[in-house]
């Protein structure tokens, strides 16, 4: 299935991840996002986090997606809250050099590390987009223990331990202000709704085979070994004391 697919999946999600937007809003305070801030999110899907912040903190927000579907479910997301004066969302790729103005102060990279070829790469590119007193909101998925079977750690070959995440992140300039952690119960309706998603289109489509494999995959290795060792957290990250 391609990215496109995938991300229709999705698309009707409030937030695009594993994850709620009270948790969204915990980070977001742990962030110390307010009014004065300029928020620019890598990946940004239908616009769900840089709506849910700029109508709860009043920010000013850049979104860089590079489906030209999702940035126009962004923009048509950003109008209905309301919010479309204060943010402006891009077709681009957003790990190719970006042209952005002065005043950028908070990163977000919300399940979006992929787009620059891993974890380590992400918060490598968040830094370098961010002033000094800059702060980031990475949210990615992480192996819960480090006795990871093999055959299961191939499939996500760009998971971190937390800790390997926490080294990572001090090595590039980074200090951890906090994690907002999803649940177990967070991941199975995130997973759900992906479901929900696939079985609504074979009931009119039944003879896609394509989405009918995705959706046995999809739910074999959640229910398989994703469930147990892969988690979702939001983490905080700012300058050093």
Not at 51 to 75: K, M, N, S, Y
Not at 100 to 119: Q, R
Not at 134 to 148: D, H, M, Q
Not at 150 to 162: A, N
């Amino acid at each position: 299935m391609d990215d496109a697919s995938a991300w229709d999946l999705q698309s009707d999600l409030a937030i695009m991840n594993p994850t709620t937007p009270e948790r969204v809003l915990s980070a977001a305070r742990l962030a110390r996002i307010g009014p004065d801030d300029l928020v620019l999110d890598l990946g940004c899907g239908s616009g769900g986090a840089l709506a849910l912040l700029a109508g709860t903190f009043g920010c000013r927000g850049i979104g860089v997606e590079q489906r030209a579907a999702a940035v126009e479910a962004a923009r048509a997301r950003l109008d209905a809250a309301g919010c479309a004066d204060r943010v402006e969302v891009r077709c681009s790729d957003a790990a190719a050099p970006i042209a952005l103005p002065a005043g950028i102060t908070v990163c977000l990279c919300l399940g979006s590390a992929s787009l620059f070829g891993g974890t380590a790469e992400a918060i490598g590119a968040l830094r370098r987009l961010l002033p000094p007193g800059g702060r980031t909101i990475l949210g990615e998925r992480y192996w819960r223990t480090e006795r990871v079977p093999p055959e299961f750690s191939r499939d996500f070959s760009d998971c971190l331990t937390e800790y390997e995440l926490l080294t990572l992140a001090r090595e590039e300039g980074f200090a951890l202000a906090g994690i907002v952690r999803s649940t177990e119960a967070d991941f199975d309706a995130y997973e759900a709704a992906i479901w929900a998603a696939c079985r609504e289109r074979l009931r009119t489509n039944p003879d896609d085979e394509e989405l009918r494999a995705y959706l046995d995959r999809v739910q074999e290795e959640y229910l398989g070994y994703g469930r147990e060792l892969v988690g979702w957290a939001m983490y905080v990250l700012d300058e050093p004391w």
